[in-house]
């Protein structure tokens, strides 16, 4: 009796399949929490007589008071029929199909309620399939609202919205936690791993960007599954790792990535250096994300160009000082290195071309920043990459490298005047002069090769 007085909210449950239904002054949300043309495409659908609600992503995030970034429709109409009621509509995607509205510069994903499916269904290829390990391949196979919720992947992220009802409808256990700050998965977390190890990822990314906290059965089989993301596509690993590192929580998104070994899949080379020289490897790392961080929250802009750059130098470093062991010159074991690295690289995560030839110019400008002499300086100054470059030398001395105050002389650079900056540069030939002629007293063969970061 008591307990029915003090219940706070009149929550109906019909059956197993039967959703909790949550009504607007229990949740607090309102049509006006979402993009007013995400509303208008599911009431549209709605009227043409299917189910359509907001899922997923934006009522999750609207009932923590984060303002969506973009609104996804879940509806029982197929792609087909989204196309067919809305002209400014496209179908795209092979391994989820699903239909893109387009309004303006605003795109509202519409996708049809899947199902989990069944062995019978393993035997329709076409729409979908299953490798060895249980991963799923395709998924085009179409079920109800509540097979859409089962097939999500975690409790928060299975929340509908009814446009029209304002009523949330939660077939799990999403609302309670997100109250309660935890990600948990739906289903056996094992089994939901193995169908698809980016999960593994997600579970990270949003556990850093929400401050939640991973529910333990959901966390205790990431580490022993880790190594399931070598199956995963380079390109899709590539979108995951700009969400991982360009959302503005890349830091704790680091932290976190290392303490469940997720980041060792993804940069193997750098988990290597991070063994090697734990400290500084790190504190680059750190401070780098640290950086974007600040950047992406100020709106700035962020170019994986640099957050690749930064990821990789640590592994770059080592390679090039091995090779200079092996003999090679400097400057060419650098170059060596850094077309070693990327190669490895871009077989794990499918960088573009467009961020990785900009990457290797800002490498590629670390060993030029040194040498400032003659019309040098300002040849360098007008690179295009110039200011990338000295963002990055200034990192790496906020891990502790030892430059020799290069980033102070390039800042003192960049404020003078004309008549200063001649004198710098002045300044440089007369200081490498004198370094030079006494260098090269006790020699009597052939100067030998200039090592990179010395005039
Ligand atoms: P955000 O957009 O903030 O990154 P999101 O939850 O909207 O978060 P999306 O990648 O946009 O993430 O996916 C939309 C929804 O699709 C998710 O909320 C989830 O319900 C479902 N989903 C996405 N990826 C998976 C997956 N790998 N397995 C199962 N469900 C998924
Ligand atoms: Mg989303």
Redesign the pocket.
């Known amino acids: 009796m008591l307990k029915k007085l003090f219940k706070p909210f009149r929550r109906q449950r019909k059956g197993p399949e039967q959703p909790t239904v949550l009504e607007a002054h229990e949740h607090q949300l309102s049509c006006a929490d979402f993009s007013r043309n995400s509303a208008n495409v599911a009431v549209r659908l709605q009227h043409a007589g299917f189910q359509a609600y907001l ?4 009522v ?2 609207a009932l923590l008071g984060i303002t ?3 609104f ?1 429709v879940a509806t029982s109409a197929t792609p087909e029929q989204v196309r067919q009621e809305f002209r400014n509509s496209r179908i795209i995607g092979r391994r989820f199909k699903l239909a893109h509205v387009h309004f303006g510069r605003e795109l509202i ?1 519409v ?1 049809t309620f899947r199902s989990n499916h069944s062995q019978e269904d393993e035997s329709n290829n076409d729409r979908s399939a299953h490798d060895a390990s249980g991963r799923i391949l395709r998924d085009n196979v179409y079920g109800s609202m509540e097979d859409d919720a089962q ?4 409790t928060m ?2 929340l509908y919205f009814d446009v029209s009802s304002e009523r949330v409808y939660d077939y799990s256990t999403g609302f309670a936690d997100i109250k309660r700050g935890l990600i948990r998965l739906i289903g056996d977390p094992e089994q ?1 791993y193995l ?2 190890p ?2 593994m990822l ?1 579970a990270v ?2 556990a850093a ?1 929400l401050d939640f906290e991973i529910e333990d059965s959901t966390a205790e089989p990431i580490r022993r599954l880790a190594h399931l993301l070598a199956d995963i596509p380079a390109a899709r690993l590539y979108d995951e790792v700009l ?1 991982l590192f360009l ?1 503005g929580n890349a830091l704790r998104t680091y932290e976190l990535l290392r303490e469940y070994d997720l980041f060792a899949q993804l940069f193997p080379g750098t988990a290597k250096a991070l063994l090697r020289h734990p400290e500084n490897v790190d504190r680059l790392l750190r401070n780098a994300f640290k950086n974007t961080d600040k950047r992406v929250n100020m709106d700035r802009p962020v170019t994986p160009a640099f957050l690749f750059a930064a990821l990789l130098w640590p592994s770059l470093t080592v390679r090039a000082i091995s090779l200079q062991n092996d003999g090679m010159h400097p400057l060419p074991a650098m170059q060596e290195a850094a077309h070693q690295v990327l190669l490895e690289q871009v077989q794990r995560i499918a960088v573009p071309k467009r961020f990785s030839i900009p990457t290797r110019e800002i490498w590629d400008m670390q060993e030029r920043l040194p040498r400032r002499a003659g019309k040098r300086a300002d040849t360098l100054l007008a690179h295009p990459r110039f200011r990338a470059a000295y963002d990055f030398l200034l990192l790496r001395e906020s891990a502790g490298e030892d430059t020799q105050e290069l980033g102070n002389w390039w800042t003192q650079y960049q404020d003078a005047s004309d008549s200063q900056r001649r004198e710098m540069i002045s300044n440089l030939s007369s200081k490498s002069t004198t370094a030079r002629k006494r260098r090269r007293k006790p020699r009597t063969s052939k100067p030998k090769h200039t090592a990179p970061g010395h005039e």
Not at 55 to 58: D, N, S, T
Not at 151 to 154: A, E, G, H, V
């Open positions: 899922v997923g992503g934006c999750r995030d969506p970034k973009d996804d994903e996708a097939r999500r992947d975690f992220n299975a939901r169908e698809d980016v999960r997600r990314r949003f960007k969400k959302s």
